[in-house]
């Protein structure tokens, strides 16, 4: 899978305005409620679910990232979008550290290959850490978008 | 690297797995495999038929994304390399991460 065929490009926030957990995870949801990939009026039960999901294991993995995500019937396909945050956040990750690049991914409840897919991809470009520390330096959307398709063109280079 | 020298005595076992819960090797599941795999001190890689990954790395055994039936090869190596595969098995054949198998006639 690719990142263009669930990342909702248009709802990602390059400098996060929450600076708590749950902050983000509310600003990420309704950011792409915003960008209409969410079925209407799902919008708090998706950010209650994410909250939930997260308070049962973390989803920081450490390096900065965290993954915050649900499957949930508010979504018809798979979708995912990020957001930064220069200042860190408290995601209670695995190695203890603030978070600065938060990735939320909603799939749909009866698809779990496709969720795997979609995760398989953020990964394989999160664990480098040459990609990490261009995520770190992007400063625009615009420039986080250029990225992520980079990365679907020209896997190599990253 | 092939394993050829015997005079260190390295223990080196391996074995194919097969992913058996219906959500596949989530994240819930891969910590779980990962605390499994950090409690050995035997190095332990996991591999699809395209990745080799570190058993140790959460994100790199999230990146296999194996889904319900995929068949994962470990293999470790090091002294408590056998204890460390009995149990990785467990964990995924029979304890399945605590999750359902796949409904059969759901239609």
């Known amino acids: 899978m690719k990142f263009a065929d669930f990342f909702c490009f248009e709802a990602i926030i390059a400098e996060l305005q929450a600076t708590d957990r749950d902050g983000v995870i509310e600003e990420l949801v309704t950011s792409l409620d915003k960008a209409k990939r969410l079925k209407r009026g799902r919008r708090d039960e998706i950010i209650k679910a994410v909250i939930t999901r997260e308070n049962e294991a973390s989803t920081g993995m450490g390096k900065g990232i965290a993954l915050p995500h649900v499957k949930h019937t508010g979504v018809k396909d798979v979708v995912a979008t990020m957001g930064q945050s220069s200042i860190g956040i408290d995601f209670s990750a695995l190695d203890k550290q603030p978070v600065f690049s938060v990735i939320l991914l909603i799939a749909p409840a009866d698809a779990p290959d496709k969720h795997l897919q979609a995760m398989e991809t953020i990964f394989r470009y999160l664990q480098r850490e040459r990609f990490r520390k261009f995520l770190r330096q992007?400063?625009?959307?615009?420039?986080?978008?250029?990225?992520?398709?980079?990365?679907?063109?020209?896997?190599?280079?990253l | 690297m092939q394993t050829g020298d015997d005079t260190l005595e390295k223990v080196v076992r391996q074995a194919t797995v097969e992913i058996r819960n219906a959500e596949g090797l989530h994240m819930r599941p891969a910590m779980q495999f990962v605390d499994v795999a950090n409690q050995f001190n035997c190095d332990i890689t996991v591999s699809n038929s395209e990745n080799m990954v570190d058993g140790k790395s959460i994100m790199q055994m999230s990146m296999l994304a194996a889904t319900c039936g995929t068949r994962l090869q470990i293999k470790a190596e090091g002294q408590d390399a056998e204890k460390a595969i009995d149990a990785l098995r467990e964990l995924v054949e029979e304890k399945m991460f605590d999750e359902p198998p796949p409904k059969q006639s759901k239609r």
Do not use: F, G, V
Request: proline fraction near 10%.
């Open chain 1, 138 to 157: 992007a400063q625009t959307p615009e420039q986080i978008e250029d990225l992520l398709r980079e990365a679907d063109e020209n896997p190599s280079l």
